[in-house]
């Protein structure tokens, strides 16, 4: 029997105006989301810039006392202490990648905002650089919940956390285990390193993966330094973290735009680590905590099948949007303007309700 949300269920779809010229919309009729709010891209330049300007650059200790330097945005509209909601991105990527888009939009919805850059990315602190170290990762976002905490503009029994992408995939366990989440969205989410590594990455690419990290492993032993493989290539046959075309796009065209310190590399060991980490695997302990699950019906790196598995295992109170496009198609255009209201409404209802 079908999945009641794969696509070979069409039947328990309706269409979306916003994505009326697109084809038709997959977003599951007893979880719709409508957003109340007029789209991000209609604010002006103005308000973008005020925005910018009541942002402030901050920094905390991660785990293992490493700094990790990142972005507050004061809840607008309010003077007394507000919800928080704590935002960290994906694989390989900084948090001028579109992170502060929605943090704009949580804090004019009278949210408080902290968006920081993982542990060896960015403008935070960590060695060695370009590695990720899921575990880490996901501690560190722990301690950014608790350094929100100790802010006088946050109130710190009202806490919101959103990932996308690997992140998607660590606020699951960070929601499943700390219980002051009081709400929760995992956007596009990474759900388990065996089974995306099988479904995502070709297969004549793996035997090459593994050579590299042998490889790697032995020079490290000897006092080397890591061996570091592409996020993502032009070249379709060629060996990358991400060998989907709309990747290469993305990444390419965010990093000129917006994130030139981005780099288009990770160590080799990271991918070992990423392989060998499962946060789906928590779902169902996330109850009581209300979780949105947002997801792509064509997304080619955290496959959608393995996010609908996961959902399924997800306990109540939960709710999925599940939208036509790829990986990367909700960080701008329509598909931010309508995902980031929904996410917004989520965390209104649950933290501000």
Not at 141 to 150: G, L
Not at 283 to 309: K, Q
Request: charged residues 25%; negative net charge; contains cysteine.
């Amino acid at each position: 029997m079908a999945h009641p949300y794969h696509p070979a269920a069409r039947s328990f779809y309706e269409p979306s105006q916003a994505f009326a010229d697109s084809g038709p919309d997959t977003t599951t009729r007893e979880c719709r989301i409508t957003p109340s709010a007029p789209p991000h891209d209609r604010r002006t330049i103005a308000s973008e810039s005020e925005d910018h300007m009541n942002r402030e650059d901050i920094e905390f200790k991660g785990e293992g006392g490493v700094t990790l330097r990142g972005w507050f945005y004061p809840a607008r509209n309010t003077s007394t202490p507000a919800p928080v909601v704590v935002l960290a991105h994906g694989l390989s990527c900084v948090k001028e990648m579109h992170l502060d888009d929605y943090a704009v939009v949580f804090s004019e919805a009278g949210l408080n905002v902290l968006a920081y850059d993982h542990r060896n990315f960015g403008d935070s602190e960590g060695t060695p650089r370009q590695e990720v170290d899921p575990v880490l990762q996901y501690r560190d976002f722990r301690n950014a919940i608790t350094y929100a905490t100790t802010r006088p503009e946050v109130d710190a029994s009202k806490i919101g956390i959103w990932g996308s992408s690997f992140s998607g995939g660590h606020v699951l366990m960070v929601a499943a285990i700390d219980k002051r989440v009081k709400a929760v969205v995992s956007q596009v989410p990474f759900i388990t390193g065996p089974r995306t590594l099988s479904r995502a990455i070709r297969p004549d690419f793996i035997p090459v993966f593994r050579a590299i990290q042998e490889g790697d492993r032995l020079n490290r032993f000897t006092g080397g330094e890591p061996a570091l493989v592409p996020v993502v290539s032009a070249d379709p046959t060629a060996q990358a973290v991400m060998p989907a075309a709309d990747a290469y796009e993305w990444f390419s065209k965010t990093s000129a735009d917006r994130a030139p310190n981005w780099k288009n590399e990770l160590t080799a060991r990271s991918m070992e680590m990423v392989t060998e980490y499962a946060p789906g695997t928590f779902i169902s302990r996330i109850a009581p905590t209300p979780l949105l699950m947002i997801v792509a019906d064509n997304d080619r790196v955290a496959p959608f099948e393995l996010a609908l598995d996961a959902y399924e295992e997800a306990r109540e109170p939960k709710q999925i949007i599940v939208k036509q496009g790829g990986h990367f198609d909700f960080y701008s255009g329509p598909g931010f303007d309508e995902l980031s209201a929904a996410a917004r409404d989520h965390f209104v209802k649950h933290l501000r309700g």
